[in-house]
């Protein structure tokens, strides 16, 4: 039997989100039904809104999310009804050219649910990043839930969904952030100070946040950033490099997704570092860079699709370490709101009042 549950939809480009009837299948063989307790407001569901990922409205929002299995299809043996899973969106397919090669956090075939949740009407509804957890149920592939101890809050234990798995990860992961390096995080919203967080766990040793709202600066502070460059009133390049020694970062981290801050980026690097970008660019943006600079300098310029991790790997350490107050993820949660409350939310990010809005229920 079908539920009937409520949900965030985007039914067209731009316009304000809306609470709908969404209906969510029994799961079907390799897929689960998790009653979702809290979702994260992360930057992703706004460029969908905005129809900066892909134009298959209506979207159904919401991917950043812990919850409890309350329902199994045939076959599936990862999960069972009652455990604390995370969602993720990138259920490793095993057999990908990608897994083949032992790298299955590239994985380019990941898993999701087969059957669609939909609206009263019958209109299937599109997923946010094959999730869409802005709902009370949420049908997703068995694969996308990673078992958690349940000894961690849901509104602190769905941050590591997306958002903040994507910022430590592009430290750790991608960029290979180490002990003593230097980085800088360009954009300090809950990526990028994930970003300054997952430095901080590497041992890097000068961390420079760089942003243009002074407020998130000080949270970037309490993050773990060494030092702080406003870059609406100094030239963020010219400060990175007089922050160290005259050279620039190891590691220079993009969290806006935007050319003229993965320029800041690429400039402020030292010679043979990484350029690192998470931020999600829409399609019509370009970049052009004197191919010189790209060779002279080295290094290496990488994208980073969910901070590189690998669920199962990632997910149960990360919340060891926030069990063993070694990794502060309540710091996140600038506030808990209610389902009617994530237009406002958008709101509130747009203008840099919070770094993280969570959805309980
Ligand atoms: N790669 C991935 O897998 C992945 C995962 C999650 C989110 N993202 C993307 O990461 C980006 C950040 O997400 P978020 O949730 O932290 O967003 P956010 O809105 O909370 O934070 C963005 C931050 O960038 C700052 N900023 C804006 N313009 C700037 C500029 N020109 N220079 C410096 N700082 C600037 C803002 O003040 C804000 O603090 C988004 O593009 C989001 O879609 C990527
Ligand atoms: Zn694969
Ligand atoms: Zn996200």
């Known amino acids: ?50 129809g900066g990922i892909n134009d298959d409205f209506p979207f159904l929002l919401g991917h950043e999310a812990a919850g409890v299995v309350s329902a199994v299809g045939e076959g599936v043996t990862n999960v069972a009804v009652g455990d604390h899973v995370i969602l993720n969106w990138r259920a490793v397919c095993g057999q990908c050219r990608a897994c083949a090669k032992g790298k299955p956090w590239y994985c380019f075939a990941t898993h999701n649910a087969a059957q669609r949740m939909t609206l009263a009407d019958g209109t299937e509804l599109s997923p946010a990043l094959g999730i869409g957890a802005f709902a009370e149920k949420n049908l997703v592939h068995s694969g996308q839930c990673t078992k958690v101890d349940p000894a961690a809050p849901p509104t602190a234990a769905g941050l590591l969904g997306c958002g903040v798995m994507a910022g430590v990860g592009a430290a750790i992961n991608t960029g290979g952030v180490s002990r003593g390096d230097s980085v800088a995080v360009f954009g300090c919203g809950g990526v990028g100070d994930a970003a300054i967080a997952g430095s901080r766990l590497a041992g890097a040793g000068t961390i420079i946040a760089v942003d243009i709202d002074d407020r998130k600066l000080e949270w970037a502070k309490a993050m773990g950033a060494t030092h702080t460059v406003n870059s609406k009133e100094t030239d963020p390049v010219e400060a990175i490099k007089s922050l160290t020694g005259g050279f620039g970062v190891d590691v220079a981290i993009d969290a806006v997704g935007h050319p003229a801050v993965y320029e800041q980026a690429f400039l402020a690097r030292d010679l043979a570092g990484t350029v690192v970008l998470v931020g999600v660019p829409n399609p019509t943006m370009k970049i052009e860079l004197p191919l010189i600079e790209v060779f002279g300098r080295g290094g290496a310029l990488k994208s980073s699709w969910y901070g590189d991790c690998l669920p199962s790997r990632d997910f149960p350490m ?25 237009e406002a939310a958008f709101e509130k990010m747009h203008e840099g009042e919070v770094l993280r809005s969570v959805v309980v229920f």
């Open 318 to 342: 990360l919340i060891d370490l926030y069990l063993q107050g070694r990794f502060d993820l309540d710091a996140f949660v600038s506030e808990t709101i209610g389902l009617d409350d994530v």
């Open 1 to 50: 039997m079908a539920y009937e549950v409520r949900g965030v939809v985007a039914r067209s480009k731009g316009a304000p989100v809306s609470i709908e009837t969404i209906v969510v299948p029994d799961p079907g063989p390799g897929e689960a039904v998790v009653d979702v307790q809290a979702c994260g407001v992360c930057h992703t569901d706004l460029h969908y809104r905005e």
